[in-house]
Nanobody, 115 residues
């Protein structure tokens, strides 16, 4: 089993920045793709960004150029640097990691962007 703990959410004005971090613990061998989803009230969960073990990254179009994902394999951690935040980025951000055929999820951290 893998446990994920997110941190770094909060309230920020439009145009501001936040950095989310997610750390894995438990059985952390062979962690593969790390990433983030988000879920806004009344909306479906949306994939935001992912990073492979080797460092390849991908982003949903709406955050390209504003968000940057990185990982620290030694710490079993992933970060999401969010710049130029917009009110539409407001959501609960959930970290995930793939290990073999399993996907593990964090509890989520709230990001609120005021206009």
């Amino acid at each position: 089993q893998v446990q994920l703990a997110e941190s770094g959410g909060g309230l920020v004005q439009a145009g501001g920045s936040l950095r989310l971090t997610c750390e894995a613990s438990g059985s952390t061998l062979s962690l593969n793709t790390f990433g983030w989803y988000r879920q806004a009230p009344g909306k479906e969960r949306e994939w935001v960004a992912k990073i492979s073990r080797g460092g390849s990254t991908d982003y949903v179009d709406s955050v390209k150029g504003r968000f940057s994902i990185s990982r620290d394999n030694a710490r079993n951690a992933v970060s999401l640097q969010m710049n130029g935040l917009k009110p539409e980025d407001t959501a609960v951000y959930l970290c995930f990691v793939n290990q073999f055929s399993q996907t593990y999820w964090g509890q989520g951290t709230q990001v609120t962007v005021s206009s």
